[in-house]
């Protein structure tokens, strides 16, 4: 298997409107940290396939349908869902990707799959889980564990690619990692109005520190739809994105240097781990499905006396659980009708990958988790939240700003696991 790496910044221009924030108090007016377009792509000989993330709000299938036409391959075009990017057409049940993002991410996407092809180098990968804590927690339930699944794929150098000037940590042979991170990537808050990927660049940057400049870094974002930082950052800074960034990427030096007591880890499968070798072979499907509308009602007379009740008895969580309820009622404005997805499922040899579209809650992808898998959402379109069945017993912000009836996700899952078993 050769396996290649790619990356391409993409700039905003000031005056750009911002993604993410119902209640942004304008336009974007300079730059925090870089955005980017990573791919990562693996080649068994025959068949090319292509992951690359970029640093936007969502990815609808517009935009994922012109990258791919442009790549020539199998591709997932993945948002980290920075709510620190431009706006992309964000809205529940998905829409059109505004001019110029339409373009720009597609070209961005087209120039780093083409460098990922150009550097393709014989490559094994390994994949390794384990609990990552302190960082991510249900957001609507401040009183959960802080405590998340973490995924890690580490490519090395297969053989002779050691000594062949690819991009290569020559003492250990590691030529790059894949970090699927189920968390909201939203530590900067709504006022925040210069670009920046977040969560997701704190992590990239706070590991290639820690690896070193020859090794290449890609964190996608995964089943994070109820997870964010909300009760588990300590401010809403940079220095505070500097702090979460370097927990996660301290955890995934010890998930690649294997699992230890303090850490409570285990392997992602058993007897050995899952991956891919030089002879390893890519085979993937994919499903087109329907989603019925929602019917959850909500009061929005009742959600207002909530949150004045809040307010007025001066409870900070209970004030911000309340108007998060509020905002989900406006977040919802499409109208209700069903909603096309595509589910996504590929082999990498022994290494089983999903694509979810949307936000899939965090209990979707652990329901679906295989051991020798891992779980991406916001790939190839977004229909938006897609709550579990529970959760919709539930009048949470999720809930009320979701286009889909209960059981969607569900459904999204059943799939995958049935793709898994064709692929």
């Avoid at 620190?84 to 070209?107: H, K, N, Q, S, Y």
């Avoid at 339930?141 to 998340?148: D, H, I, K, L």
Wanted: charged share 20%; net charge negative.
């Amino acid at each position: 298997m050769r396996v290649g790496y790619g990356r391409v910044e993409f700039a905003v221009p000031d005056g750009t409107p911002m993604g993410g924030y119902l209640d942004r108090p304008g336009p974007s007016t300079g730059r925090l940290d870089p955005l980017e377009v990573s791919a990562v792509t693996w080649f068994d000989g025959e068949r090319r396939f292509a992951l690359a993330t970029a640093d936007v709000i969502c990815v609808n299938e517009d935009l994922a349908r012109r990258a791919r036409q442009l790549v020539g391959c199998e591709l997932w075009l993945a948002a980290s869902h920075t709510h620190a990017g431009p706006e992309t057409g964000c809205v529940p049940g998905g829409g059109p990707t505004p001019e110029p993002w339409l373009d720009r991410i597609a070209e961005a996407t087209r120039a780093a799959v083409g460098q990922a092809i150009a550097g393709e180098r014989p490559c094994a990968g390994t994949a390794h889980h384990g609990e990552l804590r302190g960082v991510g927690a249900d957001r609507s339930r401040p009183s959960a564990e802080a405590v998340v699944p973490l995924d890690l794929i580490a490519v090395r150098a297969d053989g002779p690619a050691a000594q062949a000037g690819g991009r290569v940590n020559r003492a250990s042979g590691l030529a790059g990692v894949l970090v699927v991170l189920p968390v909201h990537p939203t530590v900067l808050p709504a006022a925040n109005r210069l670009t920046s990927a977040d969560l997701v660049g704190s992590v990239r940057r706070s590991l290639r520190e820690r690896l070193g400049e020859d090794v290449w870094v890609v964190v996608a974002t995964g089943a994070a739809g109820d997870i964010s930082t909300r009760h588990t950052r300590r401010g809403q800074d940079p220095a505070e994105l500097d702090r979460l960034g370097g927990v996660v990427a301290d955890r995934c030096i010890e998930l690649l240097a294997g699992p230890t007591a303090q850490s409570n880890a285990e392997p992602i499968a058993a007897p050995t781990t899952p991956g891919w070798s030089a002879d390893s072979r890519i085979s993937s499907a994919e499903r087109r499905l329907t989603l019925q509308p929602a019917s959850v009602a909500a009061d929005p007379a009742a959600l207002t006396a909530g949150y004045e009740a809040a307010l007025a008895a001066g409870d900070p969580v209970a004030t911000r659980l309340a108007r998060s309820r509020l905002e989900g009622v406006r977040a919802r404005t499409a109208p209700l009708a069903p909603i096309g997805v595509t589910v996504h499922a590929t082999r990498l040899g022994g290494l089983a990958m999903v694509g979810l579209p949307g936000e899939p809650f965090l209990a979707v992808a652990e329901n679906l988790r295989a051991p020798e898998g891992v779980v991406l959402g916001y790939v190839n379109g977004y229909p938006g939240y897609l709550p579990t069945i529970d959760a919709y017993q539930r009048t949470e912000y999720e809930v009320l700003a979701s286009p889909v009836a209960p059981g969607s996700a569900e459904l999204l899952a059943e799939t995958a696991r049935h793709l898994l078993e064709e692929s």
